[in-house]
């Protein structure tokens, strides 16, 4: 790890990942998101949020590097960093993804083996889960990200690839990011069960009556958001958590 090295973070996900890297005092500046480990947000600078961010704090902080991700960051902020310092957008959409950027952060930030580590749990606890799930049979699924208006993860999302590697087939699959859509839509389909995302609607219980006129015999169920949607270490325990999913399905 070299000390001089300073990183402003603005992927809570990919801050946690920068933590398990051995970077953690090479970070400077965190969003008020980056909950993981749950020290950072008082140890470092909180520079905003993942879409409102103070760039005279990011000024003073004098970063050599910036991380930001296509999704979670906007246009505009990527902008007005690349003016400050070296910024570095990811665009993950599959697990081979987020291995390139570990295997990237590894060499900017001088964490091979670390890295490696990393990575090659990763291939393992995959490996396992994959021989684990593929007898199991596959469910048709709707995941819901936000309430009123009601949206969902589709395609070419991280979320719908985990959703796959668990054999649950979307059942908007054939619809593109997130979109709205009203909950008669539900009728339309042949749904196995409906997952409430923790994040970033902080589904509850007390949501589940809203699905009542449209889910008779269909589980409603509440899901880690973290596991779902995290890119970097997280996917570590994620797939622990993916069986304990599956069998209360």
């Not at 946690?16 to 480990?37: A, S």
């Not at 593109?176 to 589904?203: C, G, H, M, T």
Request: proline letters at 3%; one cysteine or more.
């Amino acid at each position: 790890m070299i000390q001089k090295l300073r990183i402003i973070c603005l992927v809570p996900s990919l801050t946690e990942l920068l933590v398990d890297l051995g970077l953690e005092e090479n970070i400077v500046g965190v969003t008020k998101f980056c909950v993981h480990p749950e020290n950072l947000k008082k140890d470092k600078v909180i520079v905003g949020g993942t879409k409102n961010i103070n760039l005279e704090k990011i000024k003073a902080l004098k970063p050599d590097f910036i991380l930001c991700n296509k999704e979670e960051n906007t246009k505009e902020i990527v902008e007005n960093c690349s003016v400050i310092a070296t910024t570095h957008v990811s665009d993950l959409f599959t697990i081979e993804d987020v291995i390139d950027l570990i295997k990237y952060y590894a060499t900017i930030f001088h964490c091979k083996k670390k890295a490696t580590i990393i990575i090659d749990e990763l291939r393992n606890t995959i490996k396992k889960f994959k021989l684990y799930i593929k007898d199991k049979s596959t469910l048709k699924v709707v995941y819901f990200i936000w309430k009123k208006p009601w949206m969902i993860a589709a395609n070419n999302t991280f979320i719908n690839h985990l959703l796959e590697l668990n054999k649950f087939e979307n059942c908007f699959k054939n619809q593109n990011r997130y979109p709205e859509i009203i909950l008669e839509d539900l009728e339309l389909k042949q749904v196995d069960a409906i997952l409430l995302s923790s994040e970033p609607y902080p589904f509850k219980e007390n949501d589940f009556s809203d699905f009542n006129n449209y889910t008779e015999n269909i589980k409603v169920v509440l899901v880690d958001g973290e596991y779902f949607s995290w890119y970097g270490s997280r996917l570590l325990n994620a797939f622990e958590y993916f069986k304990e999913l599956r069998e209360k399905l």
